[in-house]
């Protein structure tokens, strides 16, 4: 072996160590545990019968996963299209605005440094029925008494939590307008000289300078929503019902209230599964990695 | 280079003393080896409950700090307490002290033969045969053969609370006997823009479980007797729980607070201090939050509410708490901690102890005598006590007892969330809680 490759490897080497016992032999016993009956906390020897591939059929057809998977698709296609093209927006706009922008991104990123939970009961407190101020609002435009328990219904439940996640544009917009920033002003210049216009600027130089970002940000929106469900847990539990219940919720619930780990590990592989297919195929549409065209 | 040597040894020292000590799990003070107890706590901070185990730390740092040092780690919130104890039972590896919430996780740290037996203890606590309850004793070693549970406040009796004010203002002086004067109640209260009662289905339900179990037993003896035991599991269908879930889908649509699905308790709770509804049930260590003015803005706020027990025909029902699955617990982790742990316990027998518990979480122990100050000092409870024995009311097992496990508790309220708002039939919502009742039988 060449010194130098025998130097790579040393250095290499805790990182390897590292990712095997972090993530690895986790990733072992989250597919191994979905194979078995799997009701006793544990490693390998809690794991009883082998069922094969029951424990998928029995998170497929919980009654709970019918509700879930549409809601964690919505919220997937939400995040990663409606907030990735909201912060793109917000982004372009304030490439023009110098001035103004240290300030917008301090603005934007203060709902994301507030602790989750107060920021939920911040959110849970404005859309009260009685207390908050969204209705007090309605009542302002439509003069008459308004008092919608927005989380609370099932109409209006979904709506409310998904709100609750528009804050993560926010950060999505910082890190497009960093990447925008990191565009040298030259190009422009050119362009401008060619007699080019702002919207073919940002159509013709901005856009594709910073598709890597657009690409980040889209899989950084595809795995909150792939793992996160803390929102969900401090504003709805889940409910009315399970009208906001989302994947990983139910994994929770199947872990902590079911005590089902069999079907709870079946639940987190599909999750595993889906998130990379859909980090792959996000890598695919953005060309993420590549340099810049 | 000397001076740079110097802070490079006190860098050392100063990291490798506290990891070499907390290795150990003992100190020596003046000689004497001090042990180490932990305790997994969820009654923290300051709360009525949490003032109270502050009180209790340092009590035992006073009587037992030359030998034992109690290292207590504060979890918030009794779920997450409940999946840390849930973890902890699977790999054995308890904390000294623990506190068992329900039958479920205080059977499942027996069976893992994480409980000790605190029998050959009990001569070595202080007041143990004067005030320790020896039927609690007995109902744990017929629960469990042993006696692993320690409880020394159980029964701890539940009713409603209610604002007597606003009672008033509809002409009501005494709070209803029976579901139907409960019911014209609510109908007064909501003709005069007054919500009579404080409801929630998120978290797990709480205030509503209370009223959904004294419905069941009011419907008939069947329904009285359904309620009246424990680990119920097959009987979901019936009629009892079908009316009961009548009266409660009745209750929440017409008469409760407007956020009551998906409410969680401090929600509740609050519109309760804040008078903008007239009832609300919960147990005992409720009663000292009326008169805290950082709860309620005024301690005469007291003055105006009421503890009942819940209307019913035949004898009034009352929710309640015993000492069969709950209670705290100490994990086999040697002779001395084991001593430590139920010196700490054995504090419950404390007169200060005692005094401090019924003053502030309305905790009673039934053979000590309460000086009248303590009593005057929160009388919500004394008046529940005196409505119990003046209306013959009977008192039932608690509704986690009842409908024992998590998941049906769950089932009840989520799906009672889908029939309130008219989305599932009363046939397919008792359907459906009876499932998950089947899906936990099968276990």
Known sequence: MKTRTRWTLIFLAPTILVGIVLFLLPLILLVSGSLFEYTELGGLEAMGEFLGLENYRRFMSDPRAEQAFPNTLVWLILQTTVHVALALLVAIVLRRLKRVRGFVRTVYAIPNMITLPALALAIKMMMHPQLGVVNRVVEVFTREPFSLNWFGNLETAFLSVSLTVVPWAGIAAILIMTDISSIPDELYESAEVDGATEFQKD??????????????????????????????MVTTWGGPGYSTYNLPYLVYQMIWSDRNYGIANAGGTIILVVGMLLVFLVQKIYRVGRARD | ???????????????????????????????????????????????????????????????????????????????????????????????????????????????????????????????????????????????????????????????????????????????????????????????????????????????????????????????????????VIDQFTSEPFRYASEQVKRI?????????????????????????????????????????????????????????????????????????????MVAPNGEDKQLGAMLFWGLDLQPQVMESAAEKLGWYVSAYEYPQEVLDANPLVGQLNTLINEWGAETLPWFYDVWTNAVIADGITRNMDLYAAGRITLDEYVQTVQEFADAVGEE
């Open chain 2, 252 to 328: 929440l649509t017409n008469y409760a607070n407007q956020d009551a699905i998906g409410a969680g308790y401090d929600m509740v709770a609050a519109q309760m201090f804040g008078e903008r509804v007239a009832m609300i049930a919960n147990g005992p260590w409720m009663a000292s939050d009326y008169g805290n003015p950082d709860r309620v803005g005024d301690a005469s706020f007291r003055d105006k509410i009421g503890y009942a027990p819940f209307p019913g025909t035949p004898p009034v029902a009352v929710g309640a708490s015993d000492s069969k699955g709950h209670g705290s």
């Open chain 2, 1 to 231: 280079m000397k001076s740079l040597r110097f802070v490079g040894l006190i860098f050392v020292l100063a990291v490798a003393l506290p990891i070499a000590a907390a290795a150990t799990g003992s100190q020596e003070a003046g000689g004497e080896e001090i042990t180490e107890l932990t305790f997994a706590n969820f009654i923290i901070g300051d709360s009525p409950g949490g003032q109270w185990y502050e009180m209790k730390y340092q009590l035992f740092e006073e009587m037992y700090g030359d030998r034992y040092e109690l290292v207590v780690e504060e979890v918030p919130g009794d779920m997450e307490y409940n999946e840390k104890l849930t973890l902890q039972i699977s790999t054995g590896n308890m904390p000294d002290l623990y506190i068992s919430e329900n039958d479920t996780m205080g059977r499942s740290a027996y069976e893992e033969g994480l409980a000790i037996d605190m029998t050959p203890y009990a001569d070595q606590i202080e007041n143990f045969d004067r005030y320790y309850p020896q039927e609690n004793i007995e109902q744990v070693k017929e629960a469990f053969g042993e006696w692993v549970i320690w409880d020394v406040f159980a029964p701890r009796v539940s009713g409603y609370y209610y604002n007597q004010e606003l009672f008033s203002q509809v002409g009501v002086d005494e709070p209803p006997r029976t579901f139907d004067e409960f019911f014209e109640l609510c109908e007064k209260l909501d003709e005069a823009g007054i919500t009579p009662v404080g409801m929630m289905t998120g978290e797990n339900g709480w205030t509503m479980q209370y009223w959904y179990q004294a419905l069941v037993a009011a419907h008939s003896d069947e329904g009285f007797a359904m309620v009246n035991e424990s680990n």
């Open chain 1, 203 to 232: 159509r013709l130089i901005t856009i594709p300078m910073v598709r890597n970002m657009i690409g980040t940000v889209t899989i950084l929106g595809v795995t909150s929503m792939m793992n996160d469900f803390g929102m969900i």
